[in-house]
């Protein structure tokens, strides 16, 4: 995994791409298959160049050990011991010839840096089919001729597509602008024509399009345009400007919410005066699910929590408070006071029903509930080591847990979520995900709490209050697209958990990073991108772990993290492949059995179950899925 952090060309966004692709080569078998074809791709390239300088001499293919291509110059490999090529870098050798087709048998390759040499007719028409992941692509400062493909818009996994300084001529294909991944675009210095194109995420400054006389277009002097697509430029305008209105008043109604949320925080801080209202209720029975349980009325819960005093509370979150009730034969249980529901008492029942037939070894049981004065209570199995947010998070100068422990862990949580997603019926997404909100058992076995519980609350007051209070952590945890379109989907619990993989690997609170700049303000995501745009990623990991024979796991599942927090949901990997990627990095440790493999029961992409389900039941989006 080094070549991750040795190419300094690589931002955040690189580096993610990359994790995604690797999930995907696994998914395919191209890591495992590849070796052999690496080899030929490498021995091609060297026969196709003219090499007058005698670099790629140290090519000597005479060699047969495991992994001896990786000591060529200008390669790196996946893994120092394995034949699979990650990056190719010839930059600066004065290499000569036509552009090396070659290497389409590196199946696996990502980065070809080819600058600086003297490589000269038409960049291949089929590019995207000898390139299939490529993130990187510099093909700069050589002698190509012809016009761009078309067939670059393909290589959808390009983040870096640097052209500058050749003889390419006629218009850039208007297509290379569905490249959404792309950060760094360069043609300066060439012969085209036309209009650039207009990128929706890269920001490509005019220098990287100087001296190309026929090139117009934003940021480029405006490319002449006849008066009737004036008035329509204008009309554009215009309905951006009162589409900014219009999101200007939205945020102003999120934050007048968030401030009345705060204003009742303060006349309640700690929620436990409602329990006054309910004391003549006493004796309203609980609705169990499990035999085991024997059978108990609202008095019990009373003297269990001492009238729900704040002494008991274990927990302030988004859908509530939890309160931890010790019963006459010492034995615990948890207590959850929803907030906000919006079911009447026979709804509640039946989606409590439902509820109570989710179970999976690594859920938190759901025992029972209770309905009295507008008032909702549900009842947990408790958990005897408290919450992974604690156990990470000492405060008494407790010694950290090790490794092994944490990854068993993330393996755990991951497979329960993955479970939510995938292979319960119906499918349920969590919406909640923290270190809070994952308990720890008898012997750290890890168990998700709240399984489907955020579909009952108020969306108003738990979703937009939480996201501007950053309770029971949530601020941290939230992906950004769901503070703008306020919907539960599948990538959103992604990017939540990606966030509890980052608590694993660096030991940071999400919102209170020490070490991270004052710019920053403490966002432990916000974090990570900074180092790892400055080169600087290693400096993320607990210093408690570093040096004790776990790097290369800790960094694996920091690439893991890493994919699973990206801005753009799309990129994201679906919970299976996270936690099949888990478990494979904690393999060797038999933390899961091969009949624990999880695959997605449904055939089609995560966004497109989301996108159908808002399109037949708008009114139900909030509820689960």
């Known amino acids: 995994m080094a070549g991750f952090f040795t190419w300094k060309t690589f931002d955040f966004r690189v580096l993610s791409t990359l994790v995604k692709i690797f999930l995907l080569l696994i998914v395919r078998g191209s890591l495992t298959y590849s070796v052999q074809s690496d080899v030929d791709c490498l021995r091609a390239i060297k026969d196709s160049l003219e090499d007058q300088n005698g670099y790629l001499t140290t090519w000597n293919f005479d060699n047969k050990t495991e992994g001896f291509i990786c000591s060529f110059i200008g390669i790196d490999c996946w893994h120092p011991d394995e034949n699979k090529v990650l990056n190719i870098k010839l930059g600066d050798m004065e290499l000569k010839g036509e552009f090396p087709l070659g290497v389409a048998g590196c199946s696996s390759l990502t980065g070809l840096d080819l600058s600086n040499n003297k490589i000269y007719g038409n960049i291949p028409r089929n590019i995207s089919k000898l390139l299939e992941y490529v993130t990187s692509l510099d093909l700069s400062s050589n002698q190509l001729s012809g016009e761009i493909p078309v067939d670059l818009a393909n290589c959808t996994y390009l983040n870096i597509l640097e052209l500058d300084n050749n003889h390419l001529s006629g218009q850039i294909p208007a297509q290379i602008s ?43 002097p405006p490319c002449r345009v006849s008066s009737k697509k004036t008035n329509s430029a204008a009309i554009v305008g215009a309905t951006s400007a009162a589409f900014a209105v219009g999101i200007g008043i939205g945020v102003g109604m999120f934050f007048y919410l968030g401030k009345a949320s705060r204003k009742k925080k303060e006349e309640d801080p700690m929620g436990n005066k409602w329990a006054k209202r309910i004391k003549d209720a006493k004796a309203i029975k609980l609705s169990m699910f499990e035999n085991s349980v024997s059978e108990m009325k609202l008095s019990d819960l009373m003297k269990a929590t001492n009238d729900f005093s704040k002494e008991n509370i ?43 037939n989710v179970k999976h070894n690594n859920l938190v049981p759901l025992l029972g509930f209770c309905m009295t004065n507008e008032e909702r209570l549900v009842v947990y199995r408790h958990m005897s080591n408290g919450s992974l947010h604690d156990k990470l998070h000492l405060k008494d100068g407790t010694e950290p847990m090790d490794w092994p422990l944490r990854l068993k862990i993330g393996i755990g949580a991951a497979k329960g979520l993955a479970w939510l997603h995938h292979s319960c019926n119906p499918h349920i997404i969590h919406r909640n995900i923290s270190s809070n909100c994952i308990l720890l058992h008898d012997n750290y076995e890890p168990k998700i709490l709240d399984s489907g519980i955020a579909s009952l609350v108020n969306p108003i007051v738990s979703h937009l209050g939480t996201c501007v209070n950053g309770e029971f952590g949530d601020r941290g945890y939230v992906a950004p697209e769901y503070v703008r379109t306020l919907l539960a989907t599948p990538k959103g619990d992604v990017y939540s958990f990606g966030v509890v993989l980052l608590e694993l690997v660096t030991g940071e609170r999400p919102t209170n990073v020490a070490k991270a700049p004052e710019r920053l303000n403490g966002n432990i995501v916000a974090w990570i991108f900074h180092l790892s745009g400055t080169y600087k990623l290693q400096d993320a990991i ?72 808002i399109a037949q039941h708008p009114e139900e989006i909030d509820v689960k899925m």
């Open 178 to 220: 569905l490249l959404n991944r792309l950060t760094i675009f360069n043609v300066a210095n060439n012969r085209l024509t036309g209009q650039v194109p207009q990128f929706s995420n890269a920001t490509v400054p005019p220098d990287n399009y100087v001296n190309n006389a026929g090139l117009c277009g934003k940021p480029l």
């Open 314 to 356: 274990i927990g302030l979150g988004r859908t509530g408070t939890m309160y931890k009730a010790v019963l006459k034969d010492g034995s615990c249980l948890i207590v959850k006071r929803l907030q906000g529901t919006r079911y009447s008492n026979s709804e509640f029942s039946s989606e409590m029903a439902t509820l109570a």
């Open 542 to 613: 607990d210093q408690f772990l570093v040096g004790k024979g776990y790097d290369n796991e800790l960094f694996e599942v920091l690439n893991v993290a890493c994919s699973c927090v990206l801005t753009d949901p799309k990129e994201r990997p679906s919970m299976s492949e996270v936690y099949q990627f888990l478990r494979a990095i904690g393999q060797k440790y038999n933390f899961a059995a091969e009949d624990d493999i999880l695959l997605p029961s449904n055939s089609g992409d995560d966004d497109q179950l989301v996108e159908l389900i």
